[in-house]
């Protein structure tokens, strides 16, 4: 069995999570494939999860200000990092917004059935059944209220989520029609919420009999069910669910998802034979989510030298990353990680839409360049005298005759080490040593450890992974 090097190491810490540190790295170098990626997906001594303090509060934004803080410091500082990741994949899968059901409450909720099961969230369901994943999200208060399901009911259909069910959370464009958009509506109607009680929206799932559409539908062509027999029939919404994931659709379900997850943890342009690979040992493993992470994991595809370095990380990526290696952590109640993530256009809690956010080459902007740009400038300043991080990056503080006493090749290998990039491009440290040599002056050496930083953090090494 192939064991790992430092450098696959360092790749394999770089997808499940963000990025490792130089113990991590060295604690997976030498473990074959198999064991690094159970070792990986073991999250019985995770950190528990201790929820955000001020959900309820009234001022939402202040709310979700925090919760986006919770998130990001969590991911910084857990030691099971691919736990958060695949909370972030099916956050990004199962989209709703906190600017459009203004309840962090029920974004936590949804949060933690994202989250594989571990300590403090025994219910999570991220490395469970497909099923179960997508019932409980479906039938919890933020997609309910997100894609007006708490609206629809006989007569007056609401199609939103019948639609998204099918082409955004299951089979994808093209395997469903519009006849089956309609019959789906009609199978989820009176599937509702409490609704408003004396002071405020309950989101809490009731089920109205009398508000539901009893009549006999067809889905998916009207061929005979796999799993409930003949058709027409009067659809119940457990019963979609079930046969999108286990029925006439599992294979257009199974396919779509791989997809996703593939583009997520591999790269941007998976074949048809390898997402085919991951969808049959989905099916083969029953439609666990465990079984699909790890044949994402295993594939020879995640392992090859063209995968290396080929994703290029999401701003919530890039920022944890940063967290990490620093440990720098957003102030209080000062909505620093907010104000920031804002700008790089991907805000923990707030997909921009249903469809969720671009992945990959959307990235690269001047707009998020930019955003990106002034964080790491910000950053620099932490490591100055009086700052946050001000023990940090010692090697790269001037001497008493102003000039930083390493070669320009050992800088770089500090500050290298200090992010995780366990091998800079030929570019990169020939950019680097050719600045380092200029800067390092008895006038300007004060400012190469926090420009050095900053160079660092916008290195398109530290933006890939």
Known sequence: MATLSSSDAAHFLRRVGFGGTTSEIAAYTGLTREAAVAQAMDFT?????????????????????????????????????????????????????????????????QNQLFRPAGPGNATGVGLGNFRDLTREVSFGGAMLVYLNNDTNVKGREQENFARELMELFTVGVGHYTEADVVAMAKAWTGHNIIGWVTDHNDTTYRFYPTKHDNTNKSLFGGSSSLLYGAQPRNWNALETIEELVFGLKQADTARYVARKMYKFFIGDSPS??????????????????AALVQATLLHADF???????????????????????????????????????????????????????????????????????????????????????????????????????????????????????????????????????????????????????????????????
């Open 45 to 109: 001594a995770a950190p528990a999860v201790v929820p955000p303090a001020d959900l309820a509060n009234e001022n939402q934004w202040w709310a979700h200000s925090n919760a986006i803080d919770w998130w990001l410091h969590r991911m910084a500082d857990t030691t099971h990092p691919l736990q958060e990741k695949i909370t972030l994949f099916w956050h990004n899968h199962f989209c709703t917004g906190q600017s459009a059901i203004s309840s962090m409450a029920d974004m936590f909720t």
């Open 272 to 289: 048809d034979a390898a997402v085919q690979d991951l969808a049959t040992a989905w099916i083969a493993g029953g439609m666990e989510i």
């Open 303 to 465: 392992w090859a030298a063209e995968s290396r370095y080929a994703i290029v990380r999401s701003p919530i990526d890039w920022i944890v990353a940063t967290l990490r290696r620093t440990g720098y952590r957003f102030k209080v109640n000062s909505a620093e990680g907010r104000n920031f993530i804002e700008g790089m256009g991907q805000v923990p809690f707030d997909p921009p839409n249903v469809a969720g956010w671009k992945m990959n080459g959307y990235w690269l902007s001047t707009a998020t360049a930019w955003a990106r740009g002034n964080f790491s400038s910000w950053m620099r300043w932490k490591v100055a005298v009086g700052g946050d991080l001000a023990t940090q990056l010692l090697p790269l503080k001037a001497a008493a005759n102003g000039k930083v006493a390493l070669t320009a090749a050992d800088a770089i290998t500090t500050l290298f080490d200090y992010l995780g990039i366990a091998d800079p491009s030929p570019a990169t440290r020939a950019r680097f040593e050719a600045w380092y040599t200029s800067a390092n002056t008895s006038t300007n050496g004060w400012s190469i450890r926090g420009n050095a930083l900053m160079i660092g953090l916008v290195s398109p090494d530290f933006q890939l992974a």
